[in-house]
């Protein structure tokens, strides 16, 4: 495998050696986490590393681990990253958490969720 596609990890889910994605949000976390790697933010190993601890951090917490909670995981490991690596602080990460948020809240369901200024 070479490091341009990021590898099938343990608890991921998949189907036909693909990863399967039950949100749309799943997917769009598992592009960011592709795109921050292809912009070298990170390697594979990196984020392996990363994955492993957010998944050891919540099985510990008492995480059934039945895979419905895997990208759950997946976006706490790629907010960990990208604060680690400086390309953005839990305090700009959790800005933007609240005011997604508050943009869910006021969006009719199944219409797409635009951020507004006052969502800030």
Request: aromatic share 10%; no cysteine.
């Amino acid at each position: 495998m070479t490091d341009a596609q990021p590898p099938l990890l343990d608890g991921m889910p998949r189907q036909d050696d693909k990863p399967v994605f039950r949100e749309p949000w799943e997917a769009q976390a598992f592009a960011m986490a592709v795109s921050l790697h292809a912009r070298q933010l990170f390697t594979w190993p990196e984020w392996a590393a990363a994955l492993a601890a957010q998944i050891r951090a919540a099985q510990a917490a008492g995480d059934a681990d039945l895979g419905d909670t895997y990208y759950h995981h997946w976006l706490a490991a790629l907010e960990s990253l990208v604060a680690s690596k400086g390309a953005g602080s839990a305090e700009e990460l959790e800005r933007y958490r609240l005011a997604w948020d508050r943009a869910a809240d006021r969006t009719p369901h199944g219409q797409p969720i635009e951020l507004r200024d006052e969502d800030f």
